[in-house]
């Protein structure tokens, strides 16, 4: 689930709330199973494989990229692996945690957040997402750097890449690396914050470890956090006016990707250009990451189910029981079938050669 610092969720200790929520999400998760043993779940890949010789690879995902994705609640194997539903990391967070509660007594709250850590953040695991936030940190470089003159002046890049690089990942162990947050081990949250220090960092939840084994969703995860970094409130606060900011927000305003209340102020409660520019970043960089991957494809299916997984916890809002802000964020809608879908490299990667009315991609264009 693609959270940022501005969502306020209630802070609560992992000891006084673990089994009530465990609870919670159990009731929920059962709910959940119970709905998709009555649904039909009709693979959109199937609808293109009846037809011999299709016109466009996949129609539904190329046409509607939104209902692919999102309107089944089926779970999608792309060649690194799957994104189960936000609720299913969660319970198996909070299991571990009452686990190691039941088995050791006697142990302090300090030694049980320890063993969860040891658990579920393991070197394996954090190795992992180090160096995918490495690779997604030096592509969104490469991007900002191959931009022309008549998007960036040499001010506004080199003032970019410095916000960007001085982001930081920050992962337990130790557990109390989150002492100011420590629920956030059993959530399946990514956020990107500056501190009241100035310092930039991107905390990864335990549940996200656990329900997002596919690559292709980290990738896009830590891309759309990183982008924060260098979003324009970011910059804003840097001192910076990036002008070529502006023409991408009236393009995803024209196409009403995104919308402005009677209330709007730039970053304001209400802005939601910060999280579509997050987005619209993370769709390049993802779109980068099939590429890199290409020899891992061989078939469609596979290339369906890896551009499905790297959005499909955006899907997911609205399903879990923390409150979802919907006044942020642009709808999942806008979201993955506004940005998402209609990035032309992944439409190219999706084979769908079959243009689109309004294919015309936002952009940063230029002077
Ligand atoms: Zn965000």
Redesign the pocket.
């Given at each position: 689930m693609?959270f940022?610092e501005n969502e306020s969720v209630v802070k609560r200790t992992i000891s006084i709330s673990a089994f009530f929520l465990a609870m919670l999400a159990i009731v929920l998760y059962a709910s959940l199973h119970k709905e998709e043993k009555v649904a039909p779940v009709v693979a959109p890949s199937v609808v293109a494989e009846i037809s011999p010789k299709p016109i466009d690879s996949s129609p539904t995902v190329c046409g509607n990229f939104f209902k692919a994705a999102c309107e089944n609640k089926k779970v999608f194997r792309d060649p690194t692996g799957v994104v189960d539903p936000d609720v299913k990391g969660e319970i198996e967070a909070l299991r571990l945690y009452e686990t190691i509660m039941h088995k050791h007594r006697d142990w302090t709250s300090q030694k049980v957040e320890a063993d969860l850590v040891r658990q579920i953040y393991t070197k394996k695991r954090v190795e992992q997402l180090r160096s995918t936030f490495d690779w997604v940190k030096t592509e969104i470089h490469k991007f900002i750097e191959r931009q022309p003159a008549e998007t960036f002046s040499e001010t506004e890049r080199t003032k970019m890449l410095r916000e960007l690089d001085r982001t930081v990942l920050e992962l337990p162990p130790p557990a109390n690396i989150y002492f100011d947050e420590l629920d956030l081990l059993t959530k399946n949250d990514v956020y990107?914050e500056q501190t009241p220090t100035g310092k930039k960092r991107m905390r990864v939840g335990g549940a996200y470890l656990l329900a997002a084994k596919s690559w292709f969703n980290q990738v896009f995860t830590f891309a759309?956090?990183l982008s924060?970094s260098i979003d324009p409130c970011e910059m804003k606060f840097a001192g910076v006016h990036v002008h070529a900011y502006d023409r991408l927000e009236s393009c995803l305003l024209n196409k009403k990707v995104i919308h402005k209340t009677s209330n709007w102020s730039a970053c304001g409660d209400t802005d939601q250009f910060?999280?579509a520019f997050?987005d619209w970043i993370a769709a390049s960089i993802t779109a980068e990451s099939f590429v890199r991957e290409i020899d891992q494809f061989h078939s469609k299916q596979d290339r369906e189910s890896a551009a499905i997984n790297a959005v499909k916890d955006i899907c997911d809002e609205g399903s879990s029981w923390v409150e979802i802000d919907t006044v942020l964020?642009p709808p999942p809608r806008a979201r993955v079938e506004g940005i998402f879908g209609s990035n032309q490299e992944v439409r190219r990667f999706l084979d769908c050669r079959v243009p689109r009315k309004s294919a015309e991609p936002c952009s940063f264009g230029r002077k």
């Open positions: 693609l940022c990107f759309h956090e924060h910060p999280e997050a964020h």
